[in-house]
């Protein structure tokens, strides 16, 4: 498959008036018209955008099929501009047993690349995604004419077995939309730039911002590369949009010199995919 070497890219860190999904998809595309006259060939919104992060028991209602009445009009904008949209939203299933998901729908001039299902969901104090949310069971990779791309959310990347297994499946790029609050800045950049590095993946990162209830966001979206370098950097407690470039030259060297995945041994690794509870492997060595 053929992919650029280097993209152009937007991240796009708003707060989100909730239940309100109208008037934030009129933002969004405000800004997806800025962004497209910079140069962005792709633009990310944050988690849970539409509806906001914390729109609770509203999700029930103002969840949206995937294709449905906020896609349409995301695919014409698509096509207009052609350009890529990922966008962070609450995807309800239609079939029994009716459930909704923390979803990121991912829209190309072309049509419908696909969406992914938030895996990990967040529901430990002060964190309810568990309440509303039913966790995702599938990890795609969807190939685009920029390149082949994942797509995580959030607390995912807490999970380094699913951006390996990405990897593995053959992406290039990792792209993370994510409401992080205040108490979590630090740990982010560090654990964007481990993922990168382990997977020599360019990472894409982009946050909520400003307050929503009792929750805080800092914003900070960023691009690492795939050597884990923070290229470019959005600003903190404020909306901005940061345009910028991805390298994909960079991460296939890395990939060729270092021999991440040839050296891998999944042999040895089987406890990775052991259940809690599981009786624990012997600690005992034999000679």
């Not at 992919?3 to 991240?11: G, L, N, V, Y």
């Not at 792709?42 to 849970?48: A, N």
């Not at 409401?179 to 382990?198: C, G, H, N």
């Amino acid at each position: 498959m053929d992919i650029k070497d280097r993209f152009k890219i937007a991240t796009v860190q708003l707060n989100s008036r909730l239940g309100d999904v109208k008037t934030n998809l009129k933002r969004a595309i405000d800004y997806i018209g800025q962004a497209v006259s910079q140069g962005a060939e792709i633009i990310l919104f944050p988690e849970l955008y539409l509806q906001g992060y914390c729109a609770d028991q509203d999700l029930t209602k103002t969840s949206e099929t995937i294709p449905g009445p906020t896609t349409d009009v995301l695919l014409g904008v698509s096509k207009k501009y052609n350009v890529y949209i990922v966008m962070g939203m609450a995807r309800k299933d239609t079939g029994y047993p009716h459930l909704v998901y923390n979803s990121s729908c991912f829209i190309g001039p072309d049509g419908m690349v696909g969406y992914y299902d938030k895996i990990h969901l967040g529901t430990f104090h002060p964190y309810r995604e568990g309440m509303y949310f039913a966790p995702g069971n599938l990890t795609p990779v969807f190939n685009t004419r920029l390149g082949p791309m994942s797509l995580q959310i959030c607390y995912d990347v807490f999970f380094p077995e699913l951006t390996r297994t990405y990897a593995i499946k053959g992406s290039l790029v990792n792209l993370v939309i994510s409401a992080a609050p205040d108490a979590f800045r630090i740990s982010w950049r560090i654990m964007l730039q481990a993922r990168a590095i382990e997977n020599a993946v360019p990472t894409v990162y982009c946050n909520v911002v400003g307050k929503q209830k009792d929750f805080k966001f800092f914003g900070g979206s960023m691009i690492v590369s795939a050597s884990g370098a923070v290229t470019s950097e959005a600003k903190f407690g404020e909306e901005d949009m940061l345009v910028s470039d991805v390298d994909l030259v960079e991460a296939i060297n890395i990939r060729r010199q270092t021999l991440l995945f040839r050296d891998r041994r999944p042999d040895l690794y089987g406890p990775l995919s052991s259940a809690i509870g599981s009786p624990p492997p012997s600690q005992i060595t034999t000679t």
